[in-house]
């Protein structure tokens, strides 16, 4: 499972210029159910979108509270292109998503779990599978992009940054050793 939380100061879901769903101050969740996803996942993710410390406290300590803390809403939005592929051409490729009827049983699951885990009067859904309008003011803006496999929850930071251009420890390890004696330093061949 994938979803994209974002700290908000409202957000709503309109079909067919109809409101559906509104919220104020809280988190606006975009999730995505995986082919591979159990129950598990699930819960855990449910278990994260209502425990991160997304708000500073009264003291000014940020990132101290949680939307229970706060007593904020959550507006759950079903999106399976958060789990598109776009390595291969200028398509997006959907297969790393769960089919209709699994993907609708699960993000249903997930739904009701983060209801169940707090007052299911503050938790809001889309429309599975609709053309939704989704409306939001972010508030910071903060945003956090969450993935759940096998039960546990991981924040996904890249861990491959963009080689710089001056010359860096890990450069010179990646060179080659030398081929001939022309090649060596100097002080090895006296």
Same mark, same amino acid.
Request: net charge negative; glycine share 8%.
């Given at each position: ?67 229970? =803390?706060? /007593?904020? #809403?959550?507006?759950? @939005? ?8 776009? *390595?291969?051409?200028? $398509? ?52 956090? =992009?969450? /993935?759940? #496999?096998?039960?546990? @929850? ?8 963009? *080689?710089?251009?001056? $010359? ?23």
């Amino acid at each position: 499972m994938k979803a994209i939380l974002q700290r908000v100061a409202s957000a709503s879901v309109t079909v067919d210029k109809q409101l559906v769903s509104s919220i104020g101050r809280g988190i606006l969740v975009f999730a995505a159910v995986g082919p591979d996803d159990t129950q598990k996942e699930i819960e855990s993710m449910a278990t994260k979108v209502l425990k991160l410390k997304m708000w500073p406290d009264e003291a000014g300590g940020t990132w101290k509270q949680n939307v229970l =803390d706060i /007593r904020g #809403e959550v507006l759950c @939005v079903s999106q399976f292109t958060l789990l598109a592929s776009t *390595k291969k051409g200028s $398509k997006p490729d959907f297969h790393g998503a769960a089919g209709g009827e699994k993907a609708k049983e699960l993000y249903d699951y997930f739904f009701t779990k983060v209801q169940d885990l707090y007052e299911p009067e503050k938790v809001k859904n889309g429309v599975f599978q609709a053309m939704m309008e989704v409306s939001l003011v972010n508030d910071g803006p903060v945003g956090v =992009d969450y /993935r759940c #496999e096998d039960g546990a @929850v991981t924040l996904e930071i890249e861990t491959n940054p963009p *080689k710089t251009q001056g $010359k860096s420890k890990a450069n010179e390890k990646d060179k080659k050793p030398p081929t001939s004696s022309s090649e060596l330093p100097a002080e090895l061949l006296a």
